[in-house]
């Protein structure tokens, strides 16, 4: 299972784009990237999911560039509500295998 | 998406006592997953679980320590026996769902003492 690499935290204010980048050199040709949220004392919720270049849903975008060696989660115009851990996850079996996240910090 | 009833969601036990965590899902589903997160930390899976076959364990838990059943389709049980101190974690179960990927109990928060 290929190895992801992210940042440990991150700050942001309340309106701002938040943008994380995950690394993901080793991804194999049939490996998804999808993205969870964790809040304290919950399980991780799903975000979004993609092979490669770009995907949209009502909460975030995912850009994935044409190697693929790296993915950015996109959340536009954060609120308090999005301080959070932010899983990025490679894989390609129904076995999920969670990094470190970053760990997001939403200030008034 | 699948809706996920964990039981116990949080409990303080006795070192040397064991301690069975129900899962229950309002759907059928093939495979569920047992996660633990230690305090402050990522997801470890423990082991994945699928109705009529013995469950498969990641590498650093055994099924002694941590039994699985998985009597059908909706439902599964954990349970951390002869436990110490250092299993207290948050343990998850989990299922996937097609386009909605995997869902997430909202866990079992264990203290041992």
């Known amino acids: 299972l290929a190895k992801t690499t992210q940042p440990i935290s991150m700050d942001s204010y309340e309106g701002q784009e938040v943008n994380i980048t995950c690394s993901h050199n080793n991804i194999a040709t049939n490996d998804y990237i999808t993205w969870y949220q964790q809040f304290p004392s919950q399980g991780p919720r799903f975000i979004i999911q993609g092979y490669k270049t770009k995907v949209t849903n009502e909460v975030a975008s995912l850009f994935i560039p044409a190697d693929r060696k790296s993915s950015t989660l996109s959340l536009p115009r954060v609120s308090l509500s999005d301080t959070a851990v932010y899983y990025c996850?490679?894989?390609?079996?129904?076995?999920?295998?969670f990094g470190t996240g970053t760990r997001l910090q939403v200030f008034p | 998406s699948a809706v996920i009833s964990q039981k116990p969601s949080r409990d303080i036990c006795q070192r040397g006592t064991s301690l069975t965590i129900q899962c229950q899902v309002d759907s059928q589903v093939t495979m569920m997953f047992w996660y633990r997160q230690q305090p402050g930390q990522s997801l470890t899976l423990i082991a994945t679980?699928?109705?009529?076959?013995?469950?498969?364990?990641e590498s650093g838990f055994v099924i002694d320590k941590f039994p699985i059943s998985r009597p059908n389709l909706t439902f599964s049980t954990l349970t951390v026996s002869n436990m110490s101190p250092e299993d207290s974690s948050i343990y998850l179960c989990?299922?996937?769902?097609?386009?909605?990927?995997?869902?997430f109990g909202s866990g079992t928060r264990l203290t041992v003492v």
């Open positions: 996850l490679v894989h390609n079996t129904d076995k999920l295998i």
């Open positions: 679980a699928n109705q009529g076959s013995e469950a498969t364990y």
């Open positions: 989990s299922v996937v769902e097609g386009y909605y990927g995997y869902t």
